[in-house]
């Protein structure tokens, strides 16, 4: 998860209300706030991860079918990035960019691992500290001027072309991670099992990592996602199994640099996947919709800082119409407009055969979050 080091400058315009849906009604807004960008046959059947270095330059990574793939934008259009040196892996899961010289991504090559850094040039492959996570293979990176984090089984710091590893307690991974700088990262995992396990964070001072307290959130959330916009405001999210298989319950939490606040509300019936702070106090929140009845558009939750709204994403053409497809697996500022950008995936109808296609994703906000409540 991933930087978002963008939102931490950009200027949010003003907003579009009416498009919102308040929590607690009923159904999708009327409009959506969100255009696609990329969807289709494209050269994605699934994105994972985004990174912008600003307005009219971004990296997208994902797979299609078996084979990673890695998507750029130009400020015209998303296109395969054709840049030499990338080598075969099955998926893409992790990018994060610096600058237009300082890009690094994260894939699977079956139980193994790559890395590899984008110089401007081309990529060139970089080995990874630690072993492949065999538990969960899409491990977080994060990059920052002078240093790069790299979850999983471990905490790993890269800096001057070396390694340096925190060994984390039996059972617990680490799933997001999120750096202001190069002395100051947050992580969140969770300790497993999932069943009777607990949400984890840690920050980064420079030197150590150090873990914080237990985020207020229930038993059994797998805190996966994380956002730092300074010292006293970083948010963890996930979601936890329903009981009685009911709809998956989403948590989230906020630090405010001394105590950490559940800040869950109304969202509801979501699997989150995604989360990003707007720069104006609130938060965008996406994933998978699991709101009964079944809604087929995809969705967003935003945050104020007081009340949780939900918005309809922009529907692909050819996406299935009938019940839930749209799944988005991070979010990132679309440079200073205020904008932002979504990936993920979503399926087609089911044909004659009773089989459906699954394409990539990509839809960037055309509306601003809202204004904050007044408190």
């Known amino acids: 998860m991933l930087v978002r080091h963008l939102i931490r400058t950009a200027a949010v315009s003003s907003a579009l209300a009416s498009t919102l849906l308040m929590a607690g009604g009923a159904g999708a807004a009327e409009a959506s706030g969100w255009e696609v960008s990329l969807s289709g046959d494209s050269p994605a059947t699934s994105l994972m991860s985004v990174s912008t270095v600003d307005d009219d330059l971004a990296w997208a990574v994902g797979r299609k079918g078996g084979e990673g793939v890695i998507m750029r934008w130009d400020g015209e259009r998303w296109a395969e990035d054709t840049a030499p040196g990338l080598p075969a892996v099955w998926q893409w899961s992790a990018v994060s960019a610096v600058s237009a010289d300082d890009v690094w991504a994260y894939g699977s090559v079956g139980r193994g691992q790559a890395l590899v850094h984008f110089d401007g040039e081309r990529w060139n492959s970089v080995t990874a500290a630690g072993p492949a996570d065999d538990s969960w293979p899409e491990v977080p990176i994060d990059a920052v001027p002078g240093r790069l984090f790299k979850g999983g089984n471990a905490l790993y710091t890269y800096s001057g072309g070396a390694w340096k590893t925190f060994a984390l307690p039996a059972r617990v991974d680490i799933r997001g991670i999120d750096a202001i700088s190069a002395d100051d990262a947050y992580a969140t995992g969770m300790r497993y099992p999932v069943d009777g396990g607990h949400p984890v964070t840690y920050h980064w001072d420079g030197t150590t990592w150090t873990l914080m307290e237990q985020p207020p959130l229930l038993t059994g959330t797998d805190t996966a996602k994380i956002a730092a916009e300074s010292s006293d405001s970083v948010y963890v999210a996930g979601w936890a199994v329903g009981p009685d298989a009911a709809p998956p319950v989403p948590g989230v939490a906020h630090w405010n640099g001394s105590a950490w606040e559940d800040i869950t509300g109304a ?60 799944a988005f697996y991070d979010l990132a500022p679309a440079g200073s407009s205020g904008d932002f950008w979504a990936v993920g995936d979503y399926s087609t109808p089911m044909d004659a055969n009773g089989d459906q296609t699954v394409n990539g994703l990509i839809e960037r906000s055309s509306t601003a979050a809202p204004e904050a409540a007044d408190s």
């Open 267 to 326: 969202l509801s019936a979501l699997y989150v996947h995604a989360i990003a702070p707007d720069g104006r106090g609130g938060l965008w929140v996406t994933g998978n919709d699991q709101a009964e009845p079944a809604q087929a558009d995809p969705v967003f939750w935003h945050y104020d800082g007081a009340t949780w709204t939900k918005e309809a994403g922009a529907p692909a053409s050819d996406g299935d119409t009938r019940w839930p497809s749209y």
